[in-house]
């Protein structure tokens, strides 16, 4: 698909990526470095959920979109936007003083964030995720890499391994969120740090309303057909109770413009970001479709005829618990008052004509 306009976006999804499918196999890191553990569900129950969680999303479904995505020839040309994210993601990490001699990267799809980091900030660096063809066709980078087959919910490493986590555009499709966040907190070593990024509810809002309006009209009432996101209200929360702390959490949008409904939807089944939820709809109609592609144009397009879509991100960092890191002080413990806050000016100048 060819974007009609010249924004950011466009200009990165049509020059910034040469054609990089070449990699070393395991890229000579050994694996006896890093301590494995056992799952009970084998390579990570793949189509399951967690015991305590919610059943939303079909995880095998997910695996085979996200595997036929890596498998297509001309894969490259829908990885525009996870490209971008990765990069935004590898700026934070750049964000951090030090070095980190071993991160993993969860859900790493075909390495979109290893690839904007160098071996003088990482070490080493592991690779899972749930699609086999997304590690095999891994862009190139110059990091050594591991690729590991696992499950978000279901990381299979021992405690305290990791200095660096990160994640980018993967953790929407997990079931069990709160369980990932622990089992990331569980491999991180203590002043290790989390760095990731996943959709947030406003994502696609222009394609939801014009597919709900469409199939409302049309067959008198309508199905989701946009995944359910998480609430940025609800992820300082998630992050805390997952044994996080010194949080940070802000959200962005990145606005692309397409050429139609149509042409937005087939980029979605290119990125493997098509629904996977249990109560999807398997089936719409042609003229509820071709209603909804003229709604989407009619309420939202651009003077040009293109139609945008947004993409809302929540990117989060977070701290694992270490005795060196910064406390607040005891309550009580103040030595001055807020009420002589506006007096501080006075103050200063009091104390320099001393001197």
């Given at each position: 698909?060819?974007?009609?306009?010249?924004?950011?976006?466009?200009?990165?999804?049509?020059?910034?990526?040469p054609?990089?499918?070449?990699?070393?196999?395991?890229?000579?890191?050994?694996?006896?470095?890093?301590?494995?553990?056992?799952?009970?569900?084998?390579?990570?129950?793949?189509?399951?959920?967690?015991?305590?969680?919610?059943?939303?999303?079909?995880?095998?479904?997910?695996?085979?979109?996200?595997?036929?995505?890596?498998?297509q020839?001309?894969?490259?040309?829908?990885?525009?936007?996870?490209?971008?994210?990765?990069?935004?993601?590898?700026?934070?990490?750049?964000?951090?003083?030090?070095?980190?001699?071993?991160?993993?990267?969860v859900?790493?799809?075909?390495?979109?964030?290893?690839?904007?980091?160098n071996?003088?900030?990482?070490?080493?660096?592991?690779?899972?995720?749930?699609?086999?063809?997304?590690?095999?066709?891994?862009?190139?980078?110059?990091?050594?890499?591991?690729?590991?087959?696992?499950?978000?919910?279901?990381?299979?490493?021992?405690?305290?391994?990791?200095?660096?986590?990160?994640?980018?555009?993967?953790?929407?499709?997990?079931?069990?969120?709160?369980?990932?966040?622990?089992?990331?907190?569980?491999?991180?070593?203590?002043?290790?740090?989390?760095?990731?990024?996943?959709?947030?509810?406003?994502?696609?809002?222009?394609?939801?309303?014009?597919?709900?309006?469409?199939?409302?009209?049309?067959?008198?009432g309508?199905?989701?057909?946009?995944?359910?996101?998480?609430?940025?209200?609800?992820?300082?929360?998630?992050?805390?109770?997952?044994?996080?702390?010194?949080?940070?959490?802000?959200?962005?949008?990145?606005?692309?413009?397409?050429?139609?409904?149509?042409?937005?939807?087939?980029?979605?089944?290119?990125?493997g970001?098509?629904?996977?939820?249990?109560?999807?709809?398997?089936?719409?109609?042609?003229?509820?479709?071709?209603?909804?592609?003229?709604?989407?144009?009619?309420?939202?397009?651009?003077?040009?005829?293109?139609?945008?879509?947004?993409?809302?991100?929540?990117?989060?960092?977070?701290?694992?618990?270490?005795?060196?890191?910064?406390?607040?002080?005891?309550?009580?413990?103040?030595?001055?008052?807020?009420g002589?806050?506006?007096?501080?000016?006075?103050?200063?100048?009091?104390?320099?004509?001393?001197?």
């Amino acid at each position: 698909m060819h974007l009609q306009t010249a924004s950011p976006l466009d200009m990165l999804r049509l020059t910034r990526f040469p054609p990089r499918w070449r990699r070393p196999p395991a890229a000579g890191v050994p694996a006896k470095n890093v301590g494995f553990r056992k799952v009970a569900s084998g390579v990570s129950s793949l189509g399951s959920a967690s015991p305590r969680s919610l059943n939303i999303f079909d995880r095998d479904l997910k695996r085979k979109q996200k595997n036929w995505a890596a498998r297509q020839p001309e894969r490259i040309k829908f990885d525009y936007l996870k490209e971008e994210v990765g990069s935004r993601i590898a700026d934070r990490v750049y964000d951090i003083a030090r070095d980190f001699p071993l991160a993993l990267d969860v859900g790493c799809g075909r390495g979109y964030i290893a690839q904007h980091l160098n071996k003088e900030t990482v070490g080493k660096f592991f690779q899972t995720d749930i699609a086999e063809n997304a590690l095999k066709n891994a862009l190139e980078m110059e990091i050594p890499t591991v690729s590991v087959l696992a499950d978000e919910e279901f990381l299979p490493f021992r405690e305290n391994i990791f200095d660096l986590v990160v994640s980018s555009l993967s953790l929407h499709w997990v079931n069990d969120l709160p369980r990932a966040l622990e089992q990331i907190h569980c491999v991180l070593k203590p002043d290790g740090v989390f760095i990731g990024a996943l959709f947030g509810g406003d994502t696609l809002y222009e394609l939801r309303c014009s597919l709900q309006l469409a199939e409302t009209e049309r067959e008198g009432g309508f199905s989701p057909h946009v995944s359910p996101f998480t609430a940025v209200n609800d992820l300082g929360h998630l992050l805390g109770r997952a044994g996080f702390n010194t949080l940070t959490v802000d959200t962005d949008e990145i606005q692309v413009n397409y050429p139609g409904m149509f042409e937005l939807m087939e980029d979605l089944q290119g990125m493997g970001e098509s629904n996977c939820a249990w109560n999807r709809k398997a089936l719409l109609h042609r003229d509820t479709m071709l209603a909804a592609a003229a709604v989407y144009r009619e309420m939202y397009g651009n003077e040009d005829g293109s139609v945008p879509a947004t993409y809302q991100i929540y990117y989060m960092i977070g701290w694992k618990y270490h005795d060196s890191q910064a406390r607040p002080a005891k309550r009580g413990s103040a030595t001055v008052s807020f009420g002589e806050l506006g007096k501080i000016n006075d103050l200063m100048s009091q104390g320099k004509k001393s001197q």
